[in-house]
């Protein structure tokens, strides 16, 4: 099971605010993200699954809290209480992939044992005070780029050992 970070990230880094909103809105760029994450599930921070409002569809919603009595009323939707949790359960569901889509805790806590990034580069910077984590160049490699105009999305994959 392929485990993939996929995300948009401002020229500063910045990805969103703390108190839930996204600092913009690029339709071609959410294009991109529903047609690449359709069909696979989709694991996140509670915050960011607040901030959607509802489910994605077509795609098993998985949310992560601490809280242990968080209850939500729609179908697609599971919750955990940690990263590693949700990660073990897909592991059993003989999934091809998973995405891993925010927010900024979650993709910190991820970096460490995902496979791929996905990552829009907006072409400007943006206000905000959540940023995705810093790429260390010595663990990855880009192995694709997509110029969109707005944004180009670049793909990473893990560098092998005999790589670094
Ligand atoms: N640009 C992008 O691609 C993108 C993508 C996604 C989100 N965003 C933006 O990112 C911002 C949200 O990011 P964020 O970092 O503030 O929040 P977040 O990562 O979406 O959610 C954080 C919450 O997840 C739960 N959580 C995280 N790690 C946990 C763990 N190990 N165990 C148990 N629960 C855990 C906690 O929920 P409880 O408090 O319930 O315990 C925590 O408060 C928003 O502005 C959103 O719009 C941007």
Not at 59 to 87: G, H, M, P, Q
Not at 90 to 112: H, L
Not at 152 to 163: H, M, V
């Amino acid at each position: 099971m392929k485990k993939i970070i996929i995300s948009a990230v401002a020229k500063n880094r910045v990805i969103g605010r703390s108190s839930g909103e996204m600092p913009w809105h690029s339709k071609e760029e959410f294009q991109h993200f529903k047609s690449t994450t359709f069909g696979f599930p989709v694991i996140m921070g509670r915050i960011t699954f607040e901030t959607l409002g509802k489910p994605l569809k077509g795609r098993l919603n998985i949310i992560i809290t601490s809280n242990e009595n968080l209850k939500y009323d729609f179908n697609d939707v599971k919750i955990f209480n940690s990263l590693e949790n949700a990660i073990a359960f897909c592991e059993t569901q003989n999934f091809e992939k998973i995405f891993i889509i925010g927010g900024g805790k979650i993709y910190k806590q991820a970096m460490k044992f995902i496979d791929e990034m996905i990552i829009s580069i907006m072409n400007f910077e943006a206000e905000g005070d959540v940023f995705f984590p810093e790429i260390d160049e010595s663990n990855w490699k880009i192995i694709s780029r997509d110029n969109r105009g707005e944004f180009e999305i670049l793909t990473y994959a893990r560098r092998e050992d005999d790589e670094k």
